[in-house]
């Protein structure tokens, strides 16, 4: 599938020369994969499915990795494309309160990584 690009800095329309770039194949998957993450659930009206249950997981106090993990992987999976997220590995900045999550995914285009903040 075939996707507009979007720039990985400001997450706007990538334009290079003045047309819209396009990705595709496991790109796209991982710029969709991206998307989710940073995707609140219920933030996005026409699915309200769709997205990351901040609130109830990644940015509640006192929830055990396994259920952060769990979330990662359900956000993961119902992306078209993806067969299984495989290893999730947190990294938490308790200063900050920031989670990072890196993932590894198989997709039908093949293995993949993502990172997200």
Known sequence: MTDILLDQT??????TG???SVVDDIEE?????????????GEWPYDT?????YKGTMR???VPDSVVVAEIRRVGQAQRRVTEVR???LTRNNITRELTVD????TIFGD??????
């Open 112 to 117: 993949t990584s993502v990172s997200t903040t």
């Open 49 to 53: 499915d769709a997205g990351v249950a």
């Open 87 to 89: 290893e999730v590995e």
């Open 29 to 41: 998957v991982e710029q969709a994969l991206g998307i989710a993450y940073r995707t609140g659930l």
């Open 103 to 106: 993932a590894s995914v198989a």
């Open 18 to 20: 003045g047309a819209l």
């Open 10 to 15: 400001t997450n706007d329309l990538d334009y």
């Open 60 to 62: 509640a106090k006192g």
